[in-house]
């Protein structure tokens, strides 16, 4: 392999970002990525030498075999949209109401196709396999990692890396985390019941709007006093539904929320928590309560050997300047459940750029990218790959 001759040239970024602006204007929400992995599977199958399959209505995973045997590594990108109605007025703004590519998984899906169109053409050089896995429903738990683990998507796999674009790091930079990284995310939803009536007589109600207000309030403590300072929780209530007039107290209120740690006995603490203030509030305010709670997905925990070779690839390829500092961040992602079965490192490619607009955090109506990122992206997903393939 040639360090001094860079992957990714002109051409190959064009068809990136070409490939990138079709799914950012045809976004699919989760499980329901029918047309994406259509385009997906026609696109790999125009590159020829790759074996593809549907190992679930909507995913696609394709196998590049070496000419020798070696390891195999596994690359990952995510391919569903979020139920978010777009702002953005540009010409490839999404053209389906209510969908929209608001997380960046538009470039994810489209550097794994760039990735791959790359490597196939030099099929002859690599000993071992590298395993394309373009993965539906991450955004809404159970996800779809858990469905291609299922499937034995990771058979046979000795290492998987993925990529996140972020907005909030600037286009150019990478950070390679090592260990925990993001939190486990967990949801939740309380339902308070009261009984109802005219709001000018409360005394002959039971008024779950004043007992799920207190409730908001009193699930706090469970982080700035249950939890240490130096451990890492968020608490957040998200969704309040209750009520249908100005004159009328409700008979119920539901109340919606996530919660974060990167520690099992914080995780399990915070559950508990949560139940047992629900029902000290509710029985303190005779409004007996509900609580539904579903655990979501693990923490990513990356590995250090994977990620040695991921920087050593990066540094390689783009210079030493492009590290940035990694920091633990607590939105959650189901590739952990890769990384419960092989080593593993998902890392972050920078994507923001004021100039160009990509200052919006991720799931706001008006996220973008800085587009220069995805030749970033392309070539740390390839320079590991050949790596691992050509070593």
């Known amino acids: 392999m040639d360090e001094a001759t860079p992957l990714v040239d ?13 799914l950012h204007a045809n976004p699919e ?10 385009f997906i599977y026609e696109t790999l199958e125009s590159f020829g030498g790759l074996e593809l399959e549907r190992p679930t209505r909507t995913s696609v995973v ?35 109401p209510g969908a929209m590519h608001a997380c960046g998984h538009d470039g994810h899906t489209a550097m794994l196709l760039a990735t791959a169109q790359l490597l196939a053409a030099r099929r002859s050089t690599l000993a071992g396999e590298a395993r394309f896995v373009f993965q539906h429903a991450e955004e809404l738990p159970p996800g779809g990692a858990s469905e291609l683990v299922a499937a034995d998507v990771l058979d046979g796999v000795d290492l998987i890396v993925g990529c996140h ?7 150019g930079k990478v950070t390679i985390p090592v260990g925990p990284w993001m939190a486990a995310a967990d949801m939740f939803t309380i339902t308070v019941s009261g009984a109802g009536g005219h709001a000018a007589m ?24 249950e939890t240490s300072p130096l451990d890492s929780a968020v608490v957040s209530i998200t969704r309040i539904v209750g009520g249908t007039a100005n004159n009328v107290i409700p008979e119920s209120v ?3 929320g996530t919660t974060r740690a990167f520690l099992p006995e914080t995780r399990a603490r915070l559950r508990e928590g949560i139940e047992r203030v629900a029902r000290g509030i509710a029985e303190s305010h005779r409004t007996p309560c509900r609580v539904e709670y579903i655990e979501g997905y693990d923490p990513v925990v990356n590995d250090s050997g994977v990620a040695e070779i991921v920087e050593r690839s990066a540094r390689a390829e783009l210079g030493d300047d492009v590290i940035a500092p990694p920091e633990p961040i607590m939105a959650g992602e189901d590739f952990s459940a890769y990384q419960q079965l092989v080593p593993g490192v998902f890392f972050t490619v920078g994507a923001g750029n004021d100039a160009v607009g990509a200052s919006f955090p991720h799931h706001h109506p008006r996220f973008t990218i800085d587009e ?19 070593a």
Do not use: M, Y
Request: proline fraction near 4%.
């Open 62 to 96: 394709a196998r590049l075999r070496g000419d020798r045997p070696g390891k195999t590594i596994a690359l990952r990108a995510d391919i569903d949209a979020l139920p978010i109605q777009e702002e953005n007025t540009f010409e490839f703004a999404s053209t389906r």
């Open 10 to 22: 002109t051409e190959l970024e064009a068809r990136a970002t070409a490939w990138r602006r079709h």
């Open 372 to 390: 220069a990122a995805l030749g970033v992206g392309i070539a740390v997903l390839a320079r590991t790959a050949l790596g691992v393939l050509e």
């Open 202 to 225: 409360p005394q002959l109600c039971t008024d779950p709007v004043v007992a799920a207000s207190a409730l908001v309030t009193a699930l706090q403590t469970l982080v700035s006093r």
């Open 29 to 38: 929400l989760s499980f329901e990525e029918v047309d994406t992995s259509r």
């Open 165 to 171: 674009l972020i907005s909030r790091l600037d286009a």
């Open 254 to 256: 539901e109340l919606g």
